[in-house]
């Protein structure tokens, strides 16, 4: 029995349902998981959303709005905020598309009433704040243009590699940004209303014995944002996962503006900006399910929803972003589900057999990737960042305390990357020999290498990439063997060297101590990630030896490049290091 599985028996036990029967029900593509509870007549849900990765609280606060309102959300019957536990109402398994399957002359009644539902929802005010407990609130986040940046900036980052098997260089991604930059700027500043953002028939259930908008279950909307009336529409209209047919949803459209009296022109140009917005948002999403979490029953969907995309670019506020996607994807590779392929740099290794000497005492005891910052050690930091970019397979070195990092690789809740480690107990091979040591688990495909003790956080910019897809989207190997992080030497934090690299314009790197003046400080530093070659390793002797002469020959040879990282980067290599990181991290989106 897990420590999760004990957490959860717990729970159920002290809400009275012990030894009732437990069922699965149908999740999402997320990591929670939802149980019927099942005793004699009386039935409930259970949800599971293991704090790691999920927060109940918004559904809780959202739920207890929606309740207050009138409408049918599951109530909460118990919660175990701290561990993730929810015991809701139980509303059934009617869900909107199973009830047209079975009886498709009621497609048009029951959008309907969700239309209906909408239109009054979108016109009640929301608190600035909603109630989690007495003593707790929470505050319905903005649909501001950062979030639809990041969103539609899926769409490049996940879907094109994967169907081109490029990543697009920096200044045509940047093209993209800006086109829906543009034509978003009006809807970003938009907050209307509450978009619960997955308003469609696979989360709207049939409850006919309940009268008016009651009729209409409401479920996953516990990442409702503030944001454009015309966005839960589209979810429900443009739906992925079911075909809407014209008609009705022009006709629902037609009911929604007639119902709120909103000026139709303006209405349908912004019902279409947020459609293609939201389509190529999903298509990016399906692709990422397939590459970061190996879901790749998603990728079916995308044919679907190109067609989506397809009629709401039509739009002429979209010109320009419709000839975008022309010169990108023309149409025959469109309406074909791209197939499952592995990344350029699937793999990556981190070094973290070394003795952590300079973390003193706090290495005593502990292995330095283990030492936390900001309440999360080290190496699941890294591992959580190799994850967030599609890394599939991470293989670790361990020789100091190695027991330990098996521990916690061991009890780790996330499944992605899988970790296999590289044992070094009985001999240390420093940061080359643990490379080549690894280099089976890589095959002939170039793979990541990250230092144990760093700390990078993302540019936070709208749009931004992550930093591993920038490594992987300037990575040349026509002209590289080796591509680095940099980080200016004056803006890296926790370190007081001089540098390690010059830089030119091309991002080719020469190290300082090969300069004409070794002495002199250098501009960069390397910042304790890169992408490699394995070819680097041939003939070299399997024995213990620095990565440092892999990175001389690579420069010698003028195949060592770099790019500059477009966040903040800590170097946590002692005791005081660590505690300014520490200090630092008090906000998201740390890494």
């Not at 591992?383 to 967030?388: E, N, T």
């Not at 992987?472 to 370190?495: C, F, H, Q, S």
Request: proline share 5%; with cysteine.
């Amino acid at each position: 029995m897990t420590d999760r599985t004990a957490l959860k028996e717990d729970f159920i036990g002290q809400q009275g349902w012990a030894g009732s029967d437990i069922c699965p029900v149908a999740g999402d593509a997320s990591f929670r998981r939802y149980d019927r509870l099942s005793r004699g007549d009386a039935t409930a849900i259970l949800m599971d959303a293991p704090p790691a990765f999920e927060d109940v609280r918004p559904f809780v606060a959202i739920s207890r709005y929606l309740c207050d309102l009138g409408l049918s959300a599951p109530q909460i019957l118990a919660a175990d905020m701290e561990n993730g536990f929810l015991l809701l109402e139980d509303l059934g398994d009617d869900l909107f598309a199973r009830v047209i399957e079975k009886d498709f002359g009621r497609e048009e009644s029951l959008y309907e009433k969700a239309v209906s539902l909408l239109a009054f929802l979108q016109d009640r005010p929301v608190p600035e704040q909603l109630m989690v407990t007495r003593d707790e609130l929470y505050r319905v986040p903005a649909y501001d243009m950062k979030v639809l940046l990041d969103e539609v900036a899926l769409f490049v980052d996940w879907y094109l590699p994967l169907l081109t098997n490029r990543r697009l260089e920096a200044e045509e991604r940047q093209e993209f940004i800006n086109l829906w930059s543009c034509v978003l700027e009006d809807i970003s500043q938009s907050r209307d209303c509450i978009v619960l953002r997955d308003y469609h028939a696979e989360n709207l259930l049939h409850l006919p014995d309940r009268f008016d908008d009651r009729q209409v279950g409401l479920l996953d909307f516990q990442d409702a944002l503030m944001g454009h009336r015309a966005y839960d529409l589209v979810s429900l209209l443009q739906d992925a996962r079911r075909d809407v047919g014209p008609e009705l949803e022009l006709k629902m459209l037609n009911d929604y503006v007639e119902l709120t009296g909103l000026e139709p022109a303006e209405f349908l140009r912004d019902y279409a900006l947020l459609g293609a917005q939201r389509n190529a948002k999903i298509i990016g999403i399906f692709a990422r399910l397939c590459q970061r979490d190996g879901k790749d029953k998603y990728l079916s969907l995308i044919p679907r929803v190109w067609d989506l995309l397809q009629r709401d670019l039509d739009h002429p506020a979209l010109r320009e972003l419709k000839d975008w996607f022309d010169r990108k994807v023309p149409g025959n590779l469109r309406m074909k589900a791209p197939a499952a392929k592995p990344q350029a740099a699937a793999r990556a290794m981190i070094l973290a057999a070394g003795l952590g000497t300079r973390m003193r005492p706090l290495t005593d005891e502990t292995p330095k990737p283990l030492l936390k910052v900001a309440g999360k050690s080290m190496l699941d930091r890294l591992l959580d960042g190799l994850a967030a970019a599609g890394v599939r397979t991470a293989v670790v070195n361990m020789h100091y305390l190695a027991d330990q990092i098996e521990a916690a690789v061991k009890v780790r809740p996330d499944h992605r990357p899988k970790v296999i480690l590289s044992d070094e107990r009985d001999h240390l091979m420093d940061s080359g020999g643990g490379v080549m040591k690894a280099l089976p688990w890589f095959g002939n495909r170039s793979f990541y290498v990250l230092n144990s003790d760093l700390v990078w956080q993302e540019n936070t910019a709208p749009g931004c990439e992550s930093m591993l897809h920038r490594l992987a989207a300037n990575w040349r190997p026509e002209d590289m063997d080796i591509l680095m992080l940099l980080m200016p030497t004056d803006k890296a934090v926790g370190y007081d060297g001089a540098g390690d690299f010059h830089r030119d314009d091309s991002g080719r790197l020469m190290p300082r101590r090969a300069s004409a003046n070794p002495k002199a400080s250098a501009d960069y530093m390397y910042a304790g990630v890169l992408t490699m070659k394995p070819i680097l390793f041939d003939g070299l002797a399997n024995a213990p030896f620095s990565l440092r002469e892999i990175f001389d020959r690579a420069a010698a040879a003028g195949r060592l490049y770099g790019i500059v990282h477009d966040g903040d980067w800590y170097h946590v290599g002692t005791p005081e290091a660590l505690e300014e990181c520490n200090k630092a991290l008090t906000g998201p989106g740390d890494t």
